[in-house]
């Protein structure tokens, strides 16, 4: 029998094999030029590691905390709506692959199925990510939903105060799914106007922490703490809203130093490799999420394609823990990356190349 892929990227075009035109360019595309979906890419291989080969590695432990939730490693699905655009099993799949992986999902509110049902079939711990509406009240009544239905945490994503453009989905006549509850989410409207003080008054208003997913900047992260968030995302919403942005671990030094500690970090946009995870981890963030990979495990071979995906993850990210000499998260650190190459200062007619 053929050896099946090895690595997210080799399940990226099994995927697109079973998939429509229309939906994989939805779930691979970012907005207008794709410059920042691109630049992630670049950049995150661009970062060099600095191994130590004289540490004891015998054992590697990349368990850590999210919200009090004890993980196995740092890596979380993200928010991302109607996994049954890639398998009928949809989110009641991701679920119980997030579980038996020891790991926390993220349950978009454009879900195929309600909340209430993915936490039926939950094993493990979940967070619900929702907007803040324009109807305050329902704003409230969204997150009392999910703290019923069995979420421990409200995610708010930020990055999307008007529709971006996503000129693939324009140029298929991209029609979006239209199941119940994606219907439901799709009737809630966000609101353009929300500041701090909507985050002040929803954090008064729910016993659940909250999370503020889409920060890019040192001087909204400084805030998030102050005005009652508990966590924060970096994220560009995988560069599908707002082009020509940093990518997110570009910015992800800044934010950490801006947090100070008040609230956790974490970043996603991009994560592919497990030397991935151990850059973000290293550069401050306490996990991160991952969006595309979900749909391409789901649609190659649902609840077993994303656990085959995490595993590929964990998998790799432990060897490169082990061959950087770090045995756990708290020693990946600054120390161990590098960006710009030193052969710069030996020989500075080699100029014109920094990554
Ligand atoms: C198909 C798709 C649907 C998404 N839907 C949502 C969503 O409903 N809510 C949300 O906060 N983020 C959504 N996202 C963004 C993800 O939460 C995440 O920020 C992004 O996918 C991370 O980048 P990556 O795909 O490169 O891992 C979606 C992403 C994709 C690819």
Redesign the pocket.
Known sequence: MAVGPINIYEYEPLARERLSKSQYD???GGATDEIT?ER?RRILDAIVLRPKVMEDVTTIDTSTTVLGHEITFPVMP?????HA?AHPDAELATVKAAADAGTVM?L????TYTMEEVAQAAEGPIWF?Q?FYTDRGMTVEVAHRAEDAGFSAI?L?L??KTNSKRERNIRNEYVPPQTGNYQW?SNLVRDPAASWDYLEWLASKTALPIVM??IMTAEEAARCGQYGAKAL?V??????QLDTTFA?IEVLPEVVDAADGQVEVYM?????RGSDIVKAVALGARA????????WGLAVDGQAGVSHVLQILRDEMEMTMTLCGRPNLASLDRTLLGFRSPLLDVLPQAGGFDG
């Not at 993200?78 to 109607?82: M, Q, T, W, Y």
């Not at 978009?108 to 879900?111: C, E, H, Q, R």
């Not at 991160?288 to 749909?295: A, E, H, S, T």
Request: glycine letters at 16%.
């Open positions: 939805f779930i691979a979906l992630t993200a928010p991302s709506g109607a655009r993220l978009s509110s454009g879900s990510q907007y995610c994503t990055d999307i989410a997913k889409g995302v994220s560009n919403h995988g560069a599908r997110t996603d946009g991009g994560v592919r991160v999420l991952i969006g595309r990979p979900l749909f």
